[in-house]
């Protein structure tokens, strides 16, 4: 471990401020909650529906893909988003785990050009490049990925 990562997780590896691991977690754990229980996530959902009509699964893994991009997490991504998908579903009557899945692929795309992932991932290796140029060269095969996730979508909803 470089001296860097040493720092932050700490002698014991407990982390040496938990505070600001638990804050933002528990910050969307409310955000999330409150989405479900206000009913935005299903006024959302119903607003995706009436724009896209009958494609708006072929969204969800784009709005999964900005989700994380947008969070820097694929858990932040599922767990703001996962309730409009699931909302939408019931909607189109389209199988809700299809829906659910083109939520988690798009965030895990979207995770991969994330520019806090990329930073991490390039301090932790010491590398000297810089997170644009990373995020530049990954992207073309994130657009990719997301795609065929769309394709994967179409195939599972409407075969």
């Known amino acids: 471990m470089g001296p860097r990562a040493h720092d932050a997780v700490g002698p014991r590896g407990l982390g040496t401020q938990p505070a600001t691991i638990l804050i933002p977690i528990l910050a969307l754990t409310v955000l999330s909650s409150l989405l479900v229980d206000t009913g935005t996530t299903s006024t959302l959902?119903?607003?995706?529906?009436?724009?896209?009509?009958?494609?708006?699964?072929?969204?969800?893994?784009?709005l999964g893909a900005l989700g994380s991009f947008m969070s820097g997490s694929t858990t932040s991504s599922n767990a703001l988003f996962s309730g409009l998908q699931a909302h939408s579903a019931d909607l189109l009557d389209v199988p809700k785990p299809s829906l659910l899945a083109a939520q988690t692929v798009g965030a895990n795309v979207g995770n991969s050009v994330t520019p806090v992932i990329v930073?991490?991932?390039?301090?932790?290796?010491?590398?000297?490049?810089?997170?644009?140029?990373?995020?530049?060269?990954?992207?073309?095969?994130?657009l990719i990925l997301l795609v065929l996730a769309t394709g994967l979508v179409a195939a599972m909803v409407w075969s």
Not at 45 to 62: E, H, I, Q, R, Y
Not at 131 to 141: I, K
């Open 45 to 62: 959902a119903l607003g995706f529906v009436v724009a896209l009509g009958s494609a708006d699964p072929l969204a969800a893994p784009t």
């Open 119 to 142: 930073a991490t991932g390039l301090e932790s290796v010491n590398a000297s490049r810089e997170s644009a140029s990373v995020v530049r060269e990954v992207l073309p095969a994130a």
